[in-house]
């Protein structure tokens, strides 16, 4: 890593040393609130997904703002937020292999920690590795409702997967995972809608099979930032796993807003600097993709529509300018991130600004946790 | 980070835990020697480019078989290097700003230190920088041979901008980077060649104008592992920056070789576990675009031409397989990463193995270096 940090508490917000993941500290505040607000009441509560932030000061904060706990798709990386305090975490992912299940029965004898299972043979050696460790954790089973990555079929396969976990003390059946990833950059709200209604729908008579089976489904959990309001209201989910939304991105700016959605705001930055200025339509920065991920598209240039990130080399941006002189040799600029999550992983601290002023450094602990 | 490693020296390497970033030592050699003979006698040396591994262990054995230093592009990557005892440095970028002047003028009183410029602003700032600090260091004139990204055009820029760094005590003219990017990953080889041919071309008349000046032009440095055969060749450069030779990556491989250039083997590998297994069809490893770089295309599975990975995800990659139970849920499979460059940068540590055991932990320190 870099022997020294972007800047230090107290420093002027212009003189962040470059590329910098910074964070706009009141824009992340109201994007905290509008989600609290937008569950509060509902009945449905948030597991906020830490996967995108892996920062336990801002998972301290969602969990302050009423979150139950947080979710999280590695091992390593709920071990870094037990570490950190948070009692409530969910893998929502399968985990496999014995050296896996061990640590995560390590951390299963020290807070409430859940996993996904989506076969037979993952619940098995779950509970194997429970009974030596003299564990319990929640398992859910993860359902397909159109996402065609992990989960098993909606319906009977689920029932009989169900089935296994509720007998395999001790392990508790939880519920069932229902997350339809693609669906969440679905450009146009009633195409979201729509395979969330699919979704929803196979949660629901998912769950009153395994129910008629006299087999309690204690929570239907999965959500995101693009679709949580159409699981808030389905009536079948009760717990959202939202994430990027206390940070945005380009692409998720990119879908147009539902009616009522909340208008989560920018407030992650990749801090910029133009270090060549080749020719009067060209200007390089120095954030090119191992500052910025590029896995959804390029970054945009924050408020000035008028320069296009065209291009991202490891360590190079190229900026198509109108012709001229600005953006200057010299200038700062922040670029939204096309992704957040993957760019998040790229730093080692959050550059945390308010009001012009650098307010703190926040570690990205479990970046890099991919065990 | 994560709490815990992948694994320890002595483990045999099938019990690595997953994803992580395994470098297959008897390849990774070989790599290092095909490189070293290469260039062995012709006169052209090695300045290898550390951005590719970000790895001191690494650095060291390139010195140790010849190569005069090494390159980087941030100025935070050149201190971890210096730190590590690499005593000659390029930083193969432009530095612009007072805080990274400082960093540099700090490096360049302990050891061997190179920048390059590309606008006389740059320049005055460096002399500034090394006036005030009391060190010197070599100043490279960026040429733009072709690749469109930073550096001045062959020629009239070209020499003025020598004839300022020359007068700019106490920096030291210490010649052209004439590095062509974009050619290094032509398919063809006869691209390959005509694109170098140019940048060649380019390269030349330039020295000779400012050598017609009166001033020395002592290196003439580019090159990487799609082309360098052809710089070596030029009777122009004297100093080779290939980076990635050591690793390989898909995207290098998915060059024709051209005739008599060396055979790099595959040397880097995501080790990865099918944790899902959700059709006959369909299998999901634990190695998504957080495990591998996705920017210059998909990894591919390591001998296992019948597995394709079709889609990455933060976590979750998905496999197409052939109907069938293989992979089955808990088998490990190698993947050849997109892009080497920031694979490696995704993680702490490469796991070295060699005849099934793991021999090494090798920290990649200069990871996340980005200043």
Same mark, same amino acid.
């Given at each position: 890593?870099? #022997?020294? @940090?972007?800047?230090?508490?107290?420093?002027?917000?212009?003189?962040?040393? @470059? #590329?910098?993941?910074?964070?706009?500290?009141?824009?992340?505040?109201? +994007?905290?609130?509008?989600?609290?607000?937008?569950?509060?009441?509902?009945?449905?509560?948030?597991?906020?997904?830490?996967?995108? /932030?892996?920062?336990?000061?801002?998972? =301290?904060?969602?969990?302050?703002?009423?979150?139950?706990?947080?979710?999280?798709?590695?091992?390593?990386?709920?071990?870094?937020?037990?570490?950190?305090?948070?009692?409530?975490?969910?893998? *929502?992912?399968?985990?496999?292999?014995?050296?896996?299940?061990?640590?995560?029965?390590?951390?299963?004898?020290?807070? =409430?920690?859940?996993?996904?299972?989506?076969?037979?043979?993952?619940?098995?050696?779950?509970?194997?590795?429970? =009974?030596?460790?003299?564990?319990?954790?929640?398992?859910?089973?993860?359902? +397909?409702?159109?996402? +065609?990555?992990?989960?098993?079929?909606?319906?009977?396969?689920?029932?009989?997967?169900?089935?296994?976990?509720?007998?395999?003390?001790?392990?508790? $059946?939880?519920?069932?995972?229902?997350? /339809?990833?693609?669906?969440?950059?679905?450009?146009?709200?009633?195409?979201?809608?729509?395979?969330?209604?699919?979704?929803?729908?196979?949660?629901?008579?998912?769950?009153?099979?395994?129910?008629?089976?006299?087999?309690?489904?204690?929570?239907?959990?999965?959500?995101? *930032?693009?679709?949580?309001?159409?699981?808030?209201? %389905?009536?079948? $989910?009760?717990?959202?796993?939202?994430? %990027?939304?206390?940070?945005?991105?380009?692409?998720?700016?990119?879908?147009?807003?539902?009616?009522?959605?909340?208008? $989560?705001?920018?407030?992650? $930055?990749? =801090? *910029?600097?133009?270090?060549?200025? #080749? %020719?009067?339509?060209?200007?390089?920065?120095?954030?090119?993709?191992?500052?910025? %991920?590029?896995?959804?598209?390029?970054?945009?240039?924050?408020?000035?529509?008028?320069?296009?990130?065209?291009?991202?080399?490891?360590? /190079?941006?190229?900026?198509?300018?109108?012709?001229?002189? @600005? #953006?200057?040799?010299?200038?700062?600029?922040?670029?939204?991130?096309? /992704?957040?999550?993957?760019?998040? +992983?790229?730093?080692?601290?959050?550059?945390?600004?308010?009001?012009?002023?650098?307010?703190?450094?926040?570690?990205?602990?479990?970046?890099?946790?991919?065990?």
């Amino acid at each position: 890593m870099s #022997p020294w @940090t972007a800047a230090q508490p107290g420093d002027p917000a212009s003189a962040v040393d @470059t #590329p910098a993941l910074v964070l706009d500290l009141d824009a992340f505040e109201r +994007n905290l609130q509008r989600m609290a607000q937008a569950l509060h009441g509902t009945g449905v509560r948030l597991r906020a997904h830490a996967k995108s /932030h892996k920062c336990p000061e801002i998972a =301290r904060r969602q969990v302050a703002l009423g979150a139950v706990g947080i979710c999280c798709q590695k091992v390593s990386e709920a071990a870094v937020f037990v570490a950190a305090g948070i009692d409530d975490v969910l893998v *929502t992912n399968e985990v496999v292999g014995d050296a896996k299940l061990q640590r995560l029965m390590d951390l299963a004898r020290r807070a =409430r920690i859940g996993v996904l299972a989506d076969h037979p043979a993952q619940v098995r050696a779950l509970a194997a590795a429970a =009974r030596a460790a003299a564990a319990t954790l929640d398992v859910y089973v993860e359902v +397909n409702v159109g996402a +065609n990555r992990c989960g098993v079929p909606p319906g009977a396969d689920a029932v009989e997967l169900a089935r296994l976990v509720a007998a395999s003390a001790p392990l508790r $059946f939880a519920g069932l995972q229902c997350y /339809h990833g693609p669906a969440q950059h679905l450009r146009p709200p009633a195409q979201r809608a729509a395979a969330i209604a699919d979704a929803v729908a196979a949660a629901r008579t998912t769950r009153a099979a395994i129910e008629a089976c006299g087999i309690p489904v204690p929570h239907v959990t999965g959500g995101g *930032t693009g679709s949580f309001q159409h699981e808030r209201d %389905s009536g079948v $989910f009760d717990e959202i796993q939202a994430g %990027s939304y206390v940070f945005m991105d380009r692409d998720y700016a990119d879908n147009e807003r539902a009616a009522g959605a909340p208008a $989560f705001e920018h407030a992650l $930055f990749v =801090r *910029t600097t133009v270090m060549s200025r #080749p %020719s009067a339509t060209r200007a390089m920065v120095d954030a090119g993709l191992k500052a910025s %991920s590029v896995d959804s598209g390029l970054p945009v240039v924050w408020q000035r529509p008028e320069l296009r990130y065209l291009k991202a080399a490891d360590e /190079h941006g190229t900026l198509d300018t109108p012709a001229g002189d @600005t #953006p200057a040799l010299g200038d700062a600029l922040l670029l939204v991130p096309g /992704h957040c999550d993957p760019t998040v +992983n790229l730093y080692d601290e959050l550059v945390c600004v308010r009001g012009g002023t650098v307010e703190a450094l926040w570690p990205i602990a479990a970046r890099g946790a991919l065990l």
